[in-house]
């Protein structure tokens, strides 16, 4: 046998089998470094790798942005809905506490007095500037009749000039047509209390040498037994005394401004229902110092 007939193959094949655990147990134990040739080619790759990755993290953070954004402008819908519902059911009710306290006032006054009274409410208003009335829900099949006095709890409002069968048309104390008589609480003085189409009323027929005073109150005088004897109608807001007239001319305010009553009382029966000492004013006058108004023979009128 030849001693250097040997297989090479085989010799290689072993050598490769032995190195190969070698190598192994090496480089888990320390890493190679890099070779030059491969450093280039490791930069662009990290490069590309942190490109890629800050890409898609800063795509991934703009859409949960945006859907988060979505997600507020929806809540942000849903809580503006709701705070308009509610407010809505506040307003409700408020209106409905402001109407249960008018009707508790109207139901107070309706048994504090001895007058027949019929409850209604306003349910249309007259566009016509000629004529001041007011249309309620009341008529001739609840005892409505021409003429009857209508009341709120603050003070007289006009009277049923038009009844029909379900409805009434109700004429303002500030119709140019209204006339009712009025006398001065405080001192006692009696006139005519005359509309004037307006906000504005007259009392007329006052003399001189009256007593009366800006912010005196003028209730009604009772006399048709229409109205209660001293109810609050107006008061006075000016007066003016005129050589050449025979009385004063004064101007009025009413208590009851008709452009917001809603619910009216009508007066089926005064039944001689006097409130004079219940509305009665003290000597000394309610209202400041007037200004005077000067006649043209410059004469000074009544202070106010």
Not at 94 to 113: D, G, I, P, Q, Y
Not at 156 to 163: D, E, M, N, Q, S
Not at 165 to 174: A, K
Not at 285 to 290: H, I, K, N, S
């Amino acid at each position: 046998m030849n001693f250097f007939n040997v297989d090479f193959k085989k010799l290689v094949l072993a050598l490769v089998v032995l190195i190969l655990p070698l190598i192994s147990i090496n480089m888990q134990q320390k890493p190679q470094e890099s070779h030059w040739l491969t450093k280039p080619f490791s930069l662009l790759a990290s490069t590309v790798q942190a490109s890629f990755f800050g890409f898609s993290n800063g795509v991934q953070s703009t859409t949960a942005l945006y859907v988060n954004l979505i997600g507020i402008k929806k809540t942000n819908e849903d809580l503006s809905l709701k705070n308009s519902e509610l407010m809505a059911r506040l307003n409700v009710l408020a209106e409905l506490e402001h109407e249960n306290n008018r009707l508790k006032n109207l139901l107070s006054f309706k048994e504090a007095t001895k007058m027949e009274l019929v409850a209604a409410q306003v349910i249309g208003r007259d566009l016509v500037p000629d004529h001041n009335t007011i249309t309620i829900n009341k008529g001739t099949s609840h005892g409505l009749k021409p003429g009857m006095a209508v009341l709120t709890t603050e003070g007289a409002l006009g009277y049923v000039f038009r009844p029909d069968f379900l409805t009434s048309r109700v004429m303002l104390i500030t119709d140019r047509y209204s006339v009712v008589d009025g006398i001065v609480a405080r001192s006692r003085a009696q006139g005519i209390v005359e509309g004037r189409n307006s906000t504005s009323l007259q009392l007329k027929y006052v003399e001189k040498t009256a007593d009366v005073n800006v912010g005196d109150l003028v209730v009604t005088g009772g006399l048709d037994n229409i109205f209660p004897k001293g109810y609050p109608l107006a008061k006075i807001e000016s007066i003016e005394r005129k050589n050449y007239l025979v009385s004063l001319k004064i101007d009025l305010r009413p208590v009851v401004d008709p452009k917001v009553v809603e619910e009216v009382l009508v007066v089926i029966s005064a039944k001689s229902e006097d409130l004079t000492p219940q509305f009665a004013q003290p000597s000394e006058t309610e209202g400041g110092e007037a200004t005077e108004t000067e006649n043209p023979e410059g004469q000074q009128g009544i202070p106010q």
